[in-house]
């Protein structure tokens, strides 16, 4: 069974900018959540997704947004970029939301903002 | 939310057991406590999941004390791929909203 897969691997911004992130969960997971992990805060939740909905949202900015499509895959889009949002971002999955369940981790999109 | 406080670093040698403690005061009734384990430029993978007394599975053993304000993840007969940050979380069963700390850095020297 093929892994979450996040594209793209690496991505080069500059201020101001916006930028899109996916994420395509395992096959029948239905919940994807985000996360942004950079050194000096470490993971920091952002949001989760479930059935297209978004279920719960961590402490960011309104220029951190996401959506999931009716395949469970889900794309994250950060506008107007500062050079504080250059971060590894990663997506999990996950069957279920419904209890703190074992997520699997996605190799990450990691983002520089210039 | 309960907030987590692990230790920043750990050093150990191949062979030896590792014990990993992380401080939860403020756990709430319905939390359960999981660990995770990351490698660098890799996501975190989960390691085991527990919400009282003993948890054990085939990478590690968990041990939370009666009342649930700590937890320690046990490594057994650790070997050098067991240097990576490990992850203590502790999320509310109805709220999915999983917040992770600092982590711990493990660094297993030969």
Redo the contacts between chains.
């Keep these: 069974k093929a892994g979450?897969t996040q594209t793209p691997r690496y991505l080069i911004k500059t201020r101001g900018q916006q930028v899109t992130l996916s994420c395509s969960p395992i096959s029948g997971h239905r919940?994807v959540?985000w996360?942004q992990q950079t050194p000096g805060q470490?993971?920091?939740?952002l949001f989760?997704y479930f059935s297209e909905t978004q279920?719960?949202?961590?402490n960011f900015p309104g220029r951190f947004s996401g959506r999931q499509f009716s395949n469970s895959r889900s794309e994250m889009n950060v506008s107007t970029l500062e050079l504080g949002d250059s971060a590894l971002y990663?997506?999990?999955s996950s069957l279920y939301?419904?209890?703190?369940?074992?997520?699997?981790?996605?190799?990450?999109t990691r983002l520089t903002v210039t | 939310l309960a907030k987590t406080t692990q230790p920043i670093s750990m050093d150990s040698y191949e062979g030896q057991e590792v014990n990993i403690t992380c401080s939860h005061n403020n756990i709430a009734t319905n939390d359960y406590i999981t660990w995770y384990q990351q490698f660098p430029s890799q996501g975190p993978r989960f390691i085991i999941q527990g919400y009282k007394t003993k948890v054990t599975n085939e990478v590690a053993s968990l041990f939370i004390p009666a009342d649930r304000k700590s937890s320690t993840l046990s490594l057994p007969r650790v070997s050098l791929s067991d240097t990576a940050v490990y992850y203590c979380l502790v999320g509310d069963i109805w709220d999915d909203k999983i917040i992770f700390g600092k982590g711990t850095r493990l660094h297993i020297l030969p």
């Design positions: 979450v919940s959540s996360y470490g993971l920091q939740f989760e279920r719960n949202k961590g990663l997506c999990a939301p419904t209890t703190p369940s074992e997520q699997y981790f996605g190799p990450g």
